[in-house]
């Protein structure tokens, strides 16, 4: 999630015990597009999932000493925004669509021009993959190959069993391997 290591459990005790601004500032900023993604992929919508996540880590400020009896910010972080969303769609019924595009997958490497452009079309397929995925599906392909969760956490962030988890991964690798076969395998046609 982070180009360099941060210590979580650190930065939830300072800001819990020593109200640290710098401290919570760090975890804000780490967690923030992880969970404004997840948010978006309920509401479809990103101005709504910042106003959720904001909502969400204000909250967390105002725990106070009691953010320290958090076990696994993580996890409670992701319920507690599928929980916003969920509310929030029920309140506002509100049904937009995100971009897949406009989340940014970072692979950095030298290209030449042809190389470039079959990366980004390949890039662009693999989008349309995932999007097409039933909902519940694509939620549980995020976070576990785009936010780094554990099939245990997607478990208890979704409150599914890790054998739905599992179902709803090979789902979405067979649809998106699929839908990229005639791309993947131009050449051996």
């Known amino acids: 999630m982070s180009e360099c290591y ?5 930065l939830q005790r300072n800001v819990a015990i020593a109200r640290d601004i710098e401290a919570y500032g760090k975890l ?16 479809k919508s990103n101005e709504s999932a910042e106003e959720i996540y904001s909502d969400i880590l204000l909250k967390i400020w105002e725990l106070g000493p009691a953010l320290n009896n958090i076990e696994n910010l993580q996890v409670y972080l992701f319920i507690a925004v599928k929980h916003a969303s969920l509310n929030y769609l029920a309140k506002y019924y509100k049904v937009t669509t995100i971009d897949i595009e406009s989340i940014d997958l ?3 490497y ?5 190389q ?3 990366h980004t079309e390949l890039q662009r397929k693999i989008a349309l993959a995932v999007k097409a995925l039933p909902n519940k599906c694509q939620l ?5 190959r785009e936010d780094g969760c554990s099939y ?11 054998n739905t988890v599992e179902g709803h991964m090979t789902t979405a690798l067979k649809k998106i391997s699929q839908a990229l076969h005639f791309y993947l395998y131009a050449d051996n046609n």
């Open 140 to 144: 549980v392909y995020k976070l576990i």
């Open 116 to 118: 470039a452009f079959l």
């Open 28 to 43: 804000f900023r780490h967690f923030h597009r992880p969970l404004t993604r997840f948010a978006a992929a309920i509401v």
């Open 6 to 10: 941060i210590d979580i459990i650190q």
């Open 152 to 162: 245990k956490q997607v478990a208890e962030i979704l409150n599914i069993s890790i």
């Open 110 to 114: 030298d290209l030449d021009p042809e």
């Open 106 to 108: 970072d692979l950095t």
